[in-house]
């Protein structure tokens, strides 16, 4: 399998530009701005930025460098709002963070805050650059009943419980919770016990990623204020490698790039990669570090060493090659990284089966999934991921064809059908 090199489509004007702006060294972003300003696209590049989810990023840059003048008042009133309103939420979370974790503390019981929170504040250059939808944590699982109660002290709600007279064990697809205020202020808390969100089809990820090596390496900081625990920084980019390639994710947007990028060139010194490379390929997840490792350092020069990517590469058979083949065209659309999943099966009947245990999941997964009673689950929810399914497929092998507006229009139907 050949690395990565610098793909065809990834050289129009635009994306070249996007790229520049992720890089640390700003140099080519500044040449392009000081030099080229008249003639950059910048309609495309303003709705590229937010596409991929760096709107933020591209207002806290051309306001660097004093390029904002250049962009009509159309094209900054938007980047703005998104700059200022994801600041806005780091000041929410943060407010929220000071309320739970002491709480959490005085009981004895340990948080380590993931992602955008985490992200935020110890690796990004300034908060209102990482946009955040809620709060993720982990919490180890025995202790969800005190930080329960915590919760509901606080104001806050769940809806994610075990259905009655289940008897499945919902911990082998479902290892979260999320956590509403009832006055729907802030954030919700997305409350993991695994770094894995091991619904359909990850789960079975479990069986060889343990999650106590990550408590052990855990690491004391401050977060808003507070103590807090984080991942170590090699846990830190194998879980954000791993949440990239989630299926719903894929790769689809820059941003998942760029969290790898902050977090290795503010750790590079901290991170052993051999040992990086030796937990991945134990846990079975060098497929999942590699690729995102490898998009980021030949797309925006993040210093990954080339022996770990040397020793990440995968013997890939033929639906890793088709993914890999996709990745290197730019071709980044949800649920590819299926493909990944897939390959990763031992056989071609355990394919079957995986695909098989994809479109027709366990009830309390669908329920979940669609918001609606466990009761309401029937037929016509299991038609309707098929067809939604479906259409994934056709929207990525043929663009927005005729057959994929039909799926489209008939899923909305039956979703449109349910009580």
């Known amino acids: 399998m050949m690395p990565f090199a610098p793909i065809n489509t990834a050289k129009t004007q635009t994306w070249t530009i996007l790229l520049s702006c992720c890089q640390d060294d700003n140099t080519s972003f500044t040449h392009l701005c000081d030099t080229d300003a008249p003639s950059l696209p910048w309609h495309a590049l303003c709705d590229m930025a937010h596409q991929e989810g760096l709107a933020p990023l591209l207002f806290w840059r051309l306001r660097q460098e004093g390029a904002l003048k250049n962009l009509h008042q159309s094209l900054t009133e938007p980047l703005s709002r ?18 739970l974790l002491p709480r959490c503390q005085a009981v004895g019981l340990p948080v380590i805050i993931l992602k955008g929170a985490a992200l935020a504040e110890l690796y990004y250059p300034n908060p209102a650059l990482r946009a955040m939808s809620d709060i993720d944590i982990l919490v180890k699982s025995e202790d969800l009943d005190a930080l329960n109660l915590i919760f509901s002290k606080i104001g806050y709600k769940t809806e994610s419980q075990r259905p009655e007279g289940h008897r499945d ?13 009832q006055d729907k202020e802030g954030l919700p808390f997305h409350v993991h016990t695994h770094l894995l969100n091991s619904t359909i089809p990850n789960d079975y990820f479990l069986d060889n990623f343990p999650i106590a090596p990550l408590w052990k390496a855990a690491q004391p900081v401050k977060i808003a204020g507070t103590k807090a625990l984080v991942l170590d920084p090699r846990h830190q980019v194998l879980h954000l490698a791993e949440h990239s390639l989630r299926v719903t994710h894929s790769l689809t947007k820059l941003h998942y790039l760029y969290d790898i990028d902050q977090v290795v060139r503010n750790s590079e010194k901290k991170i052993d990669w051999q040992v990086l490379c030796r937990e991945a390929e134990h846990w079975q997840m060098g497929s999942f570090l590699y690729y995102p490792l490898s998009l980021a350092s030949e797309w925006i020069n993040t210093p990954v060493p080339l022996s770990a990517l040397t020793r990440l590469q995968p013997e890939a058979g033929l639906l890793e090659r088709f993914f890999h083949t996709l990745l290197a065209n730019n071709i980044r659309q949800p649920g590819l990284s299926y493909l990944l ?3 990763r099966q031992p056989s071609f009947k355990r394919q079957l089966a995986f695909v098989a245990r994809t479109a027709f999941p366990p009830r309390h997964i669908l329920a979940r ?32 064809s005729a057959a994929t507006n039909y799926l489209n229009k008939t899923a909305w139907r039956l979703n449109d059908s349910q009580p």
């Open 341 to 343: 999943h897939l390959s």
């Open 369 to 400: 999934r669609s918001g609606i009673p466990l009761d309401q689950v029937g037929a016509v929810v299991y038609l309707r991921r098929v067809l939604e399914i479906t259409s994934t497929i056709l929207t990525t092998i043929k663009g927005n």
């Open 82 to 99: 998104k700059y200022y309103a994801t600041g806005a939420t780091a000041a929410f979370y943060a407010s929220q963070l000071r309320d």
């Open 169 to 181: 064990k919902p911990e082998r697809y479902l290892t979260t919770r999320i956590y509403r205020r």
